[in-house]
């Protein structure tokens, strides 16, 4: 069993920042530092999309042109934690947020869909206020 726990969410004013981090347990996720980690959100009425996503040694990571140089993943392999630092916070920002592992490689070869990540956190909600 893979257990995603998400933290960090809440409510904060455009322009500003939140990090949110995402935690990894469980006995079948027995070595973090082998599964690729994305962040996806989620906003009402709307598909989830990838927001970040990261190698599993953290030498390759992806942003979709929406958060390009205002979102950065990273990753600590030691405390088995995947974190996102979200600045310039806008409205559209606004969503649930979701952490997902996934034990295939993640390169520039390919586009990290939802349907190629197989375990995924319960979600924590940002809210961005005009």
């Known amino acids: 069993q893979v257990q995603l726990v998400e933290s960090g969410g809440g409510l904060v004013q455009a322009g500003g920042s939140l990090r949110l981090s995402c935690a990894a347990s469980?006995?079948?996720?027995?070595?973090?530092?082998?599964?690729?980690m994305g962040w996806f959100r989620q906003a009402p009425g709307k598909d989830r999309e990838i927001v970040a996503a990261?190698?599993?040694?953290?030498?390759?990571?992806y942003y979709p042109d929406s958060v390009k140089g205002r979102f950065t993943i990273s990753r600590d392999n030691v405390k088995n934690t995947v974190f996102l630092q979200m600045n310039s916070l806008k409205p559209e920002d606004t969503g649930v947020y979701y952490c997902a592992a996934r034990a295939s490689p993640l390169s520039d070869r390919d586009y990290p869909r939802p349907d190629t990540f197989d375990y995924w956190g319960q979600g924590t909600q940002v809210t961005v206020s005009s």
């Open positions: 469980g006995r079948t996720f027995t070595t973090f530092s082998l599964y690729a």
């Open positions: 990261i190698s599993n040694g953290g030498a390759y990571t």
